[in-house]
Structures are given as C-alpha cells and as structure tokens.
C-alpha cells in the first residue's frame, strides 16, 4: 500500500485527489479512468453534434461555435470545425480542440471522468469491449474505499510509535490492495465482504 498523505489538489480528469485518489486507483486499476475516457472517445463526434443540436456544412464541416465562452455563444461567422477521420474538432476562434470528452466537458461544465460517463450513457449501444460501472455502483465502491481509508487513518494515529502496528496495517492494506486489482469486476457485495472481514481483523489487533 502506497503512504497515506494529507495532500489534496485538482486532478485534471477529474479523478479522487491526495489519499483518496490512492485507494481509488488501486480499487479499479490504475489506468480506469483513461480507458473509461478512451471508450468515450470513439463514440462518433458527429452522434455528440446531433445530439446538442448543432447543424454542420456537408462540404465544409463547420459551424459556428457553440461554446458559451466564445463570444457569449453568440459567434456569428463559422469558425468551428470537424474532422470525421480523427474524430476530433476545432474552433479556431478560441482556439479549443480535441475529442468527444473534451467536447462535453467544455459544453457541461464537467470532468473529463464525468464527461466519459455522460457519453457512455448516452451512447451505450455504441460502444463495444469492456463493461463500466454505472456511476451508482462507482459511488458505492467509492464509499468503501473511504470506510477503509478511515479505518487505516485511525489506527495509524492510535499506533503510530508501534513499529509491530504499523508493519500489521501495511500488510493488510497490501493484501486489500491486491484484492482490488485482482478482482477488479467483483460486484460491491462481494467487495464490502472483503472491506468487513478487513475491517475485523484490523479490530481485532493484538500486538
């Protein structure tokens, strides 16, 4: 198990941050949230288009900008571009592009994790490979994690001068760590199973 820190600070795409951002990684896997953001962005650019209702030229493949930053959203000359093959857009005007999660982001005001859900929600049908949580179950595992980290953060206060205490609590964490990766596709039943026969023996501690 990774150190326990008190930092916390924005993460880009959104992701748990500091100590939080630990457990979280190490339940789902460390690159969850690129997959996750990567899934998303296949989904066509041209299904996200339709689906805000924004009208492009056949020929030309732009529009004006639909970002309210731009100009208020009120851009009157076409400044933004699709490209089909790439998957991609680009507003020229203000000088924003990238992919589908980018793109809802900007529009929503959301993380690209966020964003990545929205999409694959919208767009289930159309993606194919690996099945997501749906943000309920994501939330429910985040909450286990954070019942560990607790549990983890008070025993180390409580025993911080127990050399014997600390090396039992890294054990444990490395062993539920483990579990984590291991067993990535656990439904949460499973998972809070693991989390209370863990959260026993830490209780029960003996030196």
């Given at each position: 198990?990774?150190?326990?820190?008190?930092?916390?600070?924005?993460?880009?795409?959104?992701?748990?941050?500091?100590?939080?951002?630990?457990?979280?990684?190490?339940?789902?896997?460390?690159?969850?949230?690129?997959?996750?953001?990567g899934k998303a962005?296949?989904?066509?650019?041209?299904?996200?288009?339709?689906?805000?209702?924004?009208?492009?030229?056949?020929?030309?493949?732009?529009?004006v900008c639909p970002f309210k930053?731009?100009?208020?959203?009120?851009?009157?000359?076409?400044?933004?571009?699709?490209?089909?093959?790439?998957?991609?857009?680009?507003?020229?005007?203000?000088?924003?592009?990238?992919?589908?999660?980018?793109?809802?982001?900007?529009?929503?005001?959301?993380?690209?994790?966020?964003?990545?859900?929205?999409?694959?929600?919208?767009?289930?049908?159309?993606?194919?490979?690996?099945?997501?949580?749906?943000?309920?179950?994501?939330?429910?595992?985040?909450?286990?994690?954070?019942?560990?980290?607790?549990?983890?953060?008070?025993?180390?206060?409580?025993?911080?001068?127990?050399?014997?205490?600390?090396?039992?609590?890294?054990?444990?964490?490395?062993?539920?760590?483990?579990?984590?990766?291991?067993?990535?596709?656990?439904?949460?039943?499973?998972?809070?199973?693991?989390?209370?026969?863990?959260?026993?023996?830490?209780?029960?501690?003996?030196?």
């Amino acid at each position: 198990m990774r150190e326990l820190s008190n930092t916390t600070g924005p993460v880009s795409d959104g992701s748990p941050s500091g100590e939080n951002r630990d457990f979280a990684n190490s339940f789902i896997g460390k690159d969850y949230y690129q997959t996750l953001i990567g899934k998303a962005n296949t989904i066509p650019i041209t299904l996200i288009f339709k689906h805000y209702g924004i009208y492009l030229d056949e020929v030309n493949r732009k529009t004006v900008c639909p970002f309210k930053s731009h100009k208020g959203g009120k851009e009157s000359t076409p400044s933004f571009y699709i490209y089909p093959k790439t998957n991609t857009y680009c507003c020229f005007g203000c000088r924003i592009g990238s992919n589908v999660c980018d793109f809802i982001s900007e529009m929503e005001g959301l993380t690209k994790v966020n964003a990545a859900h929205k999409v694959l929600e919208l767009f289930n049908s159309e993606v194919d490979g690996e099945y997501f949580i749906n943000r309920e179950d994501m939330s429910e595992r985040l909450q286990i994690m954070l019942n560990f980290s607790d549990i983890v953060r008070d025993f180390i206060q409580k025993h911080s001068d127990n050399e014997l205490a600390v090396a039992f609590i890294e054990h444990k964490c490395s062993v539920y760590d483990e579990l984590n990766l291991k067993y990535k596709n656990l439904n949460n039943l499973a998972l809070n199973r693991i989390f209370d026969q863990l959260k026993e023996e830490i209780a029960s501690w003996k030196e």
